[in-house]
């Protein structure tokens, strides 16, 4: 019989590239620290939930799937968009062109995974995600391999990296950014969710537990905002609980949504899709943008700003709507279309 598809995940992927999108739409300033408190966390979480216990035994294997979820999407994606940069600069996307110099460089740093466009902006999930993968599988391959894949051996490993990263801010040398709290954050939450597909306890009532874990956030982001990139020192341990707690808070709320038909169509369709948000969704912006100048008669050079600095309240709601959808047009038009015009 063929197994059914939990689509708990997919749910959850959906609700936090939704909340990705809203944090980068100018939204109110505490919206933006409530879903900054664990919206990234959780797709580390669940990406560690995912990983196969085969991969352990076969490292090849298991370091070449998990690198090319990210790598590949990162290079192909950042150089889709190097070649567009000149275009996007003169429709005032960019301030400025790239020599070649600049491009040839810009390309380089596209296959090291140490730059990208700013219209990529949020592929550094996909950097961090690389290296946080490829060091949670050799992790957890030397335990399965020396006989200790152990519950209490995994969440050793888990604090011993809090306890590293924590302290890495007091470091005396300067390392570059894909090997800072960062990307370490990563591999911890990452790590805690293949714990946590393990151990994990599913409540009777999962959405009432949900909804009461995301009033912990909801009230620390009253006092703080704290992000994966801004979290380091005393901050890492505390970020990680909040973290920790609207991540499981996040899933238990999906849990509860898959008996919904309706919720689980559409927020399954989102969630399949979170790549494609990731890399559409700033140029989406730029549609609202370029509206709203040109109804308001700005300049055209605040075109650059992603979102436009503006005085309304509402137009954050806009931006997220228009980010998603457009994004997702623009999965359809490049995988569904040609497919039925194949057909036909």
């Known amino acids: 019989m063929e197994k059914v598809r939990d689509r708990t995940l997919d749910i959850a992927k959906a609700i936090c590239i939704i909340l990705m999108v809203v944090g980068h739409s100018g939204c109110p300033t505490y919206l933006y620290n409530f879903l ?17 216990d085969k991969y352990l035994d076969d490292l090849k294997t298991g370091l070449l799937k998990k690198a090319q979820g990210s790598y590949v999407p990162f290079v192909k994606w950042t150089l889709i968009f190097l070649l567009f940069h000149n275009v996007f600069a003169s429709m005032h996307i960019y301030a400025d062109s790239y020599s070649w110099q600049t491009f040839i460089e810009r390309v380089v740093r596209a296959f090291t995974m140490t730059g990208g466009e700013s219209l990529l902006g949020g592929f550094w999930f996909l950097i961090s995600l690389f290296w946080a993968s490829v060091g949670a599988v ?38 570059p950014q894909m090997f800072g709290e960062q990307t370490l954050l990563a591999t911890i939450f990452y790590l805690s969710g293949y714990a946590c597909h393990k151990q994990i306890i599913e409540p009777k009532h999962p959405a009432i537990y949900g909804a009461t874990l995301l009033v912990i956030p909801a009230i620390v ?57 990731l890399i ?8 609202v943008s ?21 005085r309304n309240n509402w137009i954050w709601v806009v931006y997220s709507l228009t980010g998603i959808g457009l994004s997702l047009l623009a999965w359809e038009l490049i995988h569904s279309m040609p497919l039925k015009l194949r057909k036909k």
């Open 36 to 52: 900054y408190l664990f919206h990234m966390p959780c797709f580390f979480f669940i990406s560690g939930w995912l990983l196969s």
């Open 221 to 277: 982001a009253i006092f703080l905002h704290i992000g994966m990139t801004e979290a380091e020192g005393w901050l890492v341990p505390l970020y990680y609980f909040i973290a920790m707690v609207g991540t499981i808070g996040i899933l238990w709320l999906s849990k509860s949504l898959v008996t919904d038909k309706v919720a689980t169509r559409i927020l399954g369709y989102i969630g399949d899709k979170t790549l494609y948000i």
């Open 280 to 287: 559409f969704h700033f140029l989406a912006f730029k549609l």
């Open 290 to 310: 370029f509206i709203y100048i040109h109804c308001t008669k700005m300049p055209i050079e605040l075109l650059e700003q992603s979102p436009v600095s503006v």
């Open 138 to 175: 050799l992790f957890l391959h030397f335990l399965h391999k020396n006989q200790i894949l152990t519950f209490i051996n995994i969440w050793g490993g888990v604090i011993l990296l809090l306890i590293i990263t924590t302290f890495w801010h007091y470091l005396p040398i300067s390392l």
